[in-house]
């Protein structure tokens, strides 16, 4: 099959446009400033800051890095090109190209349309099953292994902070911490209800069940956002670890809970629980909870900002909390999400972590709004 000529000039021009879009020169010298602040023989004494400024080097490395990519593979099939008008059988070489060129340039659009102030940060995901007892606390699980699976495949760090076994199966809250560059620009397009429709395995009648299960997802806050709260509305438990997390989930050491009740910007109060038993000592588990915690509330308070703006505009902001945002209909082997009105009958490969095309279409239909 040949080269459609006109979709590959299309394709070039993206790839030039997206230069621009980038700032790729900026991108540059601002790694050249970066990697000489690593040259300092004291970098290392602020591990917090170093590490900072380490994970930006490697943020704009990552972007310039992936338009080289891009003006490599046309270069290549510049060549393949010039090679087959001198009658060379370079069919197959050339479709590779093309295709490689298609799927980098989409990914790298898609990465560009990540310039929230936030959308660079590590992600808080939080499973809470809804009413409906085994049902939904496996439905949670469920959810929980979607995004693991999603985190490993998009090379993603996982760690599991808290997890809560289900009474019977299953699990009654979890919480992973996502690290990776973008992590959260990728998974807020996931914040939201989530229903199953399926037969029961757990009914013996063998009846249809519908079971919810909300994800909450934050941005990992640090040093660079202000967020005060006061230590006096914070309530600490504490309470020994448990629960099948799997390897990463400390379950000896004891476990804390913190418990927030409080007034967010738009007056109304809320209640906000963050625990943790990852770290090996109480102390460090206080202070992860306490970064949990905050995350939270910064989320909770961009949502009002984002409603607020939304109403200005006219528009109906599209990720509100607790707004059902996905159907996964086992028995019909459809999954639907009711934003982006995207679906796929390949059920098994969306519980495998097949999110992409889900995630690709929420943020496409966001950047138009």
């Known amino acids: 099959m040949a080269i459609n000529t006109d979709h590959l000039n299309e394709l070039y021009e993206r790839v030039d446009a997206l230069r621009g879009y980038l700032d790729y020169e900026k991108r540059k010298v601002r790694i050249i400033e970066l990697t000489e602040q690593t040259q300092d023989p004291n970098f290392w004494n602020d591990p917090d800051k170093a590490q900072s400024v380490m994970k930006e080097l490697n943020h704009e490395k990552s972007l310039v890095e992936g338009w080289d990519n891009l003006n490599d593979l046309r270069e290549s099939i510049n060549v ?3 090679f087959q008008e001198m009658g060379e059988e370079v069919e197959d070489d050339l479709q590779a190209e093309y295709k490689k060129l298609e799927k980098a340039l989409e990914d790298m659009e898609l990465r560009n349309m990540l310039s929230g102030p936030d959308d660079h940060r590590d992600a808080i995901v939080t499973f809470n099953p809804g009413a409906g007892g085994t049902e939904s ?6 959810l929980y292994r979607m995004y693991t699976r999603w985190a490993d495949k998009a090379g993603f760090k996982v760690s599991v902070v808290d997890y809560q076994d289900g009474d019977v199966a299953g699990l009654k809250s979890a919480t992973i911490e996502v690290q990776g560059d973008n992590a959260y620009g990728f998974l807020k397009a996931e914040s939201g209800v989530h229903r ?6 757990f ?8 079971s919810f299960c909300s994800v909450f997802v934050a941005p990992l806050i640090d040093d660079t956002i202000e967020l005060d709260i006061n230590e006096s509305d914070v309530e600490l438990q504490r309470f020994h670890s448990s629960g099948a997390g799997g390897q990463n989930v400390n379950k000896v050491e004891t476990g804390v809970r913190l418990i927030w009740e409080g007034e967010l910007s738009d007056g109304r109060t809320e209640r906000v629980v963050a625990e943790c038993q990852q770290e090996r000592s109480q102390l460090q588990n206080r202070e992860k909870a306490m970064v949990l915690l905050k995350s939270r509330i910064y989320e909770l308070e961009k949502e009002i900002q984002e409603a607020e703006k939304a109403k200005l505009e006219g528009s109906k902001s599209k990720n509100e909390w607790g707004s059902q945002i996905r159907s996964y209909v086992f028995d019909d082997q459809r999954v639907k999400d009711h934003r982006t009105n995207y679906e796929t009958s390949d059920v098994s490969g969306v519980m495998d972590g097949d999110l992409d095309e889900f995630i690709k279409a929420y943020l496409l239909q966001d950047a138009e709004v």
């Open 196 to 201: 199953l429709v399926r037969v029961s395995p």
């Open 80 to 82: 393949y090109l010039e």
């Open 137 to 142: 606390q496996d439905w949670g699980e469920m």
């Open 203 to 210: 009914d013996s009648n063998a009846r249809r069940h519908t």
